[in-house]
């Protein structure tokens, strides 16, 4: 049976795809932009009251999901963090003309994946104009179920939108994977706060830019 972190990955990259395949259209031009605008707006509100249904957001959250081959019990966790991770996408790329998640691979940029944390000190550097920033960090690491983290993150993710700070939704939707697993949370909140932390305005700059490069090339 493969590892923890080997099916988070799968996971994580299977999000990945969709999310690059919706941003190529989003961002585009004609009817696939069109299509991909009106899968954003039906997932932005699924689960809202007399919002949108199951079955109208099934291409975009279930084609495909049989062929990661997951045990009943993670089918159940990996779909609660897809499900989490194109919502969180769809409110993070509405109404931005440029993309917002980093879809390219570590490879490709010629730099080490950003988490979560990385992003968290992009919206804003100085520490001391951050701390509602931090505090809502805090908050996630504070609750257990996924409506909650997804709540907490959702606000940040507004905030990474309004100052134009994009996502590595890869590494995004495998954190989402493990924090359903009690004895991976710890690494997935250090990891978090080791980029906050140790991020600098210079470095994140010229790795942003070197991301948007790769990106403007898939």
Known sequence: MPSLYERAHEVALFTQRKIARLQRAYVGKGSDAADARA???????????????????????????????????????????????????????????????ITSSSEETGARRRSFGWSCRRIEYDKDKAKGVRRRMAAIEGVRDMDGIEHHMRALIMLMRDKGVRVDYYLLTRDLFLLQFPGARGDVFMRWGRDYFTTVSDEATTDEAAGASADEKN
């Open 39 to 101: 899968s954003l707006a039906r997932l932005r509100r699924l689960g809202m009251p007399g919002g949108t249904s199951w079955a109208s957001v099934g291409e975009d959250l279930f084609e495909g999901l049989l062929d990661l081959a997951l045990s009943e019990a993670d089918e159940k966790r990996a779909l609660r963090a897809i499900t989490a991770a194109l919502r969180l996408y769809a409110y993070h790329q509405q109404s931005k003309d440029s993309p917002m998640a």
